[in-house]
């Protein structure tokens, strides 16, 4: 014969349900701190490829200023 009952069939039972809640809390936290990373990793591009054309666009504008000043000489 078992010494497990069903009062502590019961028992194990009811103790599993807030352990699964529990993870599926931190499984809803974890999955929501992913999607952001995803974003804000995305974000990131974006701003390095803004930034790479603004310094591209410099480097244009300094060499038509010089253009500028050679012809004015």
Do not use: C
């Not at 807030?18 to 992913?34: A, F, S, V």
């Not at 974003?39 to 701003?47: K, Q």
Request: charge should be negative; hydrophobic fraction near 35%.
């Amino acid at each position: 014969m078992s010494s497990v009952t069903m009062g502590n069939m019961n028992s194990i039972t009811q103790d599993s349900d807030p352990i699964k809640e529990i993870q599926k809390y931190y499984d809803g936290i974890i999955e929501n701190l992913r999607l952001n990373l995803q974003v804000a990793e995305e974000r990131v591009r974006r701003l390095q490829d803004s930034e790479f054309k603004l310094e591209s666009e410099i480097e244009d504008l300094k060499e038509q200023l010089a253009q500028i000043k050679i012809k004015n000489n």
